[in-house]
């Protein structure tokens, strides 16, 4: 009788063990997604500096963004020779 009841904690046991593994596996699969989105408010950078800044300020030439108007020329006239 003491070894039926032996066996039956030992299976109960690895019940549960495999329970537990399973649900922490299951547990961290939710948060990555929200890192996949990298413009969750409107920011851009200058294409000859590299600055951020908000996209209201910016300046927009060819597609690209510029801090000032003077980077917008300077990366255009780089580009054209
Ligand atoms: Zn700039």
């Known amino acids: 009788m003491i070894k039926l009841l032996f066996w039956i904690a030992l299976i109960g046991g690895a019940i549960g063990y495999v ?8 547990l961290p699969s939710a948060p990555a997604q929200t890192a996949a989105e990298p413009r969750t408010f409107e920011s851009v950078r200058c294409r000859q500096c590299g600055v951020y800044l908000p996209i ?22 780089k580009k054209a020779t």
């Open 19 to 26: 329970a537990f593994r399973l649900k922490r596996r299951n």
């Open 56 to 77: 209201e300020k910016s300046i927009q030439r060819d597609g690209e963004f510029f801090c000032s108007q003077e980077h917008a020329q300077k990366w255009l006239g």
